[in-house]
Structures are given as C-alpha cells and as structure tokens.
C-alpha cells in the first residue's frame, strides 16, 4: 500500500485568469499557468507542507475532446464536469503513489478502478524563470455511481524541486491543509470507497466519517450537516459524493483576516474558523483555521 499522503487537490475553474486573480486576493501565491498535454491548463498553490491545489482550467477543448476519446480518464471526468451547470467546484482528491502501477492493481482488485492510467509530462517554469520537466503516472479509482469526483494515486516521477522558492508563501498565512470535507446524500453507502482508497478505516463523526491520512484529515460528511454547520446553502444537488470544503492551516488567523480584508474579500468567524464562501474562480468553500 503506498498511498498514504494527500498528495493535492483538482479544483476546475471556469477561467484561470479569474481564478488567479480570485485566489491571490484571498491572499494565496499563485504558479504561473502550466500546460497538460491533453488540453487543459492549471495554476497551482503551493503550500509549505508539501501539498498543492490545482486549479484546473480547459485550455483547448479539441485537445481534450480528443484524448477523452482515447480514454483519458482524468479528462473525461472533467469534461463531464463541465457539461454541467455548475463549472467549479472540488472534483479529485489526489494521493501521493510510491507505485502507480501496483496502485492500479489494487483498485481493479477491490473492484474501484475507474479506468486505465495515465502517464504524461509536462515542463513547469520556476519562479526564476528556468524551466523544468514534471513527469506523472496515475491511477484512478471511483465508481460509476458516483459521476462527481475522483480519487486517485499520482506518482511523480520527475519530482518537482524540492525548492519552489516563493511559490510556498502566502500573505494570508497559510502553511498548508488541515482538511478536505466531502458530502453525500448517504454517507454510509460512500464509506467503503474511501476506505478502500484510503486503506483506513472511517471513525464516526456526526453523520457521517473521518478518516486519517499521514498529513491531512479526510472528513465524509451528510449533505444536510455540512450545510448546518458551515451555514452553507450550496448543496450539490444531492450528488452521491461531492467535494465541498478545504480547510486550511493558517500560522496566525489575525494575518489571515487582514489579508482578506484589505482585498475586499467576505468572510465570516464560525466555530473557530474564518470561513470564505464559493465566488467566481473560487467554486468551493474555504476555511481557515490555527
């Protein structure tokens, strides 16, 4: 078993210029735009613990069309994704694979493989200016009943730099995530898949479950707790499994606040939490929290 570490997480955009400008007023150091060579496009953040977020954006839609075609998993799901009314939102959590291959196995083994690998590179610029190669083998794991989100085991074989200067700091404060929160309709009926990815066991919590990973909590939530308790009125629809939260780690709150504030950015204090609601180029909920 190698996936033991949240590795990032997909987060689609309908525009990656509304998404860097979103995400830098919420006070986040962004990456310069990186080309996929299937036709989408990202700008990551970089956080000091090692993890990432990938906002996701559709940079030629014939590429992607194309490699849907040719079964390009990750693909497929994102364009499905898009097809829908909604265009942003949190649709993968990604693991960090010692061995995508033997990853892969598992997943057709337990009967969760959601379609053949992918393996593909892609030339990442520093923030010098020097360019580099980061080079990936994943494998997916999902359901078909559960058309919304994806999980999977990304192994990276030209690692990124251990380095990334000042891409891991942020005026906000963040040094990296304390949570992701996903919600179903039933999340009894969804446990078993995550623990079958995450090859833990889910402990109760509420309605729903938490499952510990090396680094980063993994909350499985009811759809009408998370909107109880986040005070949120953006369901998924009643989808059978969707990504609804990040919560971040923030060195001092108070630094967070100001940044938000000074960027004209709303936010709300709730349960110990600053709490920042979906916006153009921002389509899931974050918190932040000491």
Avoid: W
């Avoid at 030209?158 to 005026?171: D, I, K, V």
């Amino acid at each position: 078993m190698t996936l033991k570490l949240i590795d990032h997480l997909v987060l689609p955009v309908a525009d990656l210029g509304t998404a860097r400008a979103r995400l830098t007023a919420l006070g986040f150091t962004v990456a310069p735009d990186a080309l996929h060579p299937f036709g989408t496009a990202n700008a990551c953040i970089f956080l000091e613990d090692g993890t990432y977020l990938e906002p996701l954006g559709l940079a030629d839609r014939r590429k992607a069309g194309q490699a849907a075609k040719r079964g390009n998993v990750f693909i497929e799901r994102d364009l499905a994704f898009r097809a829908k009314k909604v265009r942003e939102g949190f649709t993968a959590l990604v693991l960090s694979s010692g061995d995508a291959v033997a990853d892969h196995a598992r997943f057709v083994e337990h009967g969760i493989s959601a379609g053949q690998m992918l393996q593909f590179a892609r030339p990442m610029t520093m923030p010098d200016g020097s360019e580099t190669e980061a080079a990936f083998h994943l494998a997916f794991a999902g359901m078909a009943d559960v058309p919304d989100f994806l999980f999977f085991g990304c192994q990276r074989i030209n690692a990124f730099p251990a380095s990334r200067g000042g891409l891991q700091e942020h005026m906000n404060a963040v040094t990296g995530l304390s949570c992701v929160v996903l919600a179903a309709r039933d999340p009894a009926a969804q446990r078993p898949l995550l623990e079958k990815v995450l090859d833990t066991g889910g402990e109760a919590l509420g309605e729903g479950f938490l499952f510990d990973t090396e680094n980063v909590a993994v909350r499985l939530a009811g759809d009408v707790e998370f909107d109880r308790e986040f005070a949120a009125h953006t369901s998924a629809g009643g989808a059978a499994l969707a990504g609804r939260a990040v919560i971040f780690k923030s060195a001092d709150l108070a630094v967070t606040e100001i940044t938000l504030a000074a960027n004209d950015v709303a936010f709300v204090r709730r349960d110990g939490r600053v709490l920042v609601y979906p916006a153009a180029g921002q389509g899931v909920l974050f918190g932040f929290e000491e």
